[in-house]
């Protein structure tokens, strides 16, 4: 089955700093990639998200990349504000449509 | 659009007791619900996938007869623990998708919605 590994578990960023936090995944049949912001007491968030047949995509300050060939995908903040401030977890889908999440992200934007 | 509401967003109960949970997609019909859990500090942990009209397919390690999931229509799928816990205490999630693809499963290119979960207390 699928095993997404996510890194590192806490990041502590300067206002203003980059973000950037990798994953891996083990099953080649994975083809669709999301990327979700949890605040603290709340449900998941869709941020931004990668389908395999696309190597990055950009929404404002977030972007992700996607390198099928060493099975990575990682998400980029730029210009970080305190309002980035949450749990971040990346996910990838395995054959049966099924999302298998990585263990998360702190990410602590200090003003 | 892609809303998803849960209700109630936080229930305590006494041990042995149930408690049902309500997902609702509420602008788009959902072929299929999933049931996750998260303890604290934890990572979303699969429960259960539901399709509208069949039975829900659980995951290794999840109880059926202790989780039960009805999905009844496709606006509406309900959790149920059953005689629960303090060790059923946790945060559940559900999420929303639709679309099959031909060969009746999930397409794996299909965005989940994901509700603002439940945070369920068992004293």
């Known amino acids: 089955g699928e095993n997404v590994e996510q890194h590192p578990s806490t990041l502590s960023v300067q206002e203003g700093d980059s973000a950037v936090i990798k994953c891996t995944y083990s099953?080649?049949?994975?083809?669709?990639f999301p990327w979700y912001k949890q605040e603290l007491g709340k449900g998941p968030q869709l941020i931004i998200d990668?389908?395999?047949?696309?190597g990055e995509k950009k929404d404002q300050r977030i972007a992700v990349t996607l390198n099928k060939t060493a099975k990575h995908f990682s998400l980029h903040i730029t210009e970080t504000q305190p309002e980035d401030s949450a749990v971040y977890f990346c996910?990838?889908?395995?054959?049966?449509?099924?999302?298998?999440f990585g263990a998360g992200t702190q990410v602590v934007v200090t003003p | 659009g892609a809303v998803v509401s849960q209700h109630p967003s936080w229930v305590i109960c006494k041990s042995g007791t149930s408690v049902k949970i309500e997902c609702r997609s509420l602008?788009?019909?959902?072929?299929?619900m999933f049931w996750y859990r998260q303890f604290p500090k934890q990572s979303l942990m699969l429960m259960a996938t539901?399709?509208?009209?069949?039975?829900?397919?659980?995951e290794q390690g999840v109880e059926k007869d202790k989780f039960l999931i009805n999905h009844a229509s496709l606006t509406l799928s309900t959790l149920t623990v059953t005689s629960a816990h303090p060790e059923d205490s946790s945060f559940y999630i559900c999420?929303?998708?639709?679309?099959?693809?031909?060969?009746?499963?999930?397409?794996?290119?299909?965005?989940?919605?994901f509700g603002p979960g439940t945070r369920l207390t068992v004293l």
């Open positions: 999420s929303a998708s639709w679309d099959r693809g031909e060969d009746g499963h999930l397409s794996s290119y299909n965005e989940q919605f």
């Open positions: 099953d080649s049949a994975s083809n669709y």
């Open positions: 990668i389908r395999s047949n696309v």
């Open positions: 996910a990838a889908t395995d054959s049966w449509g099924k999302l298998q």
């Open positions: 602008d788009f019909q959902a072929t299929t």
């Open positions: 539901s399709n509208e009209g069949s039975k829900a397919t659980y």
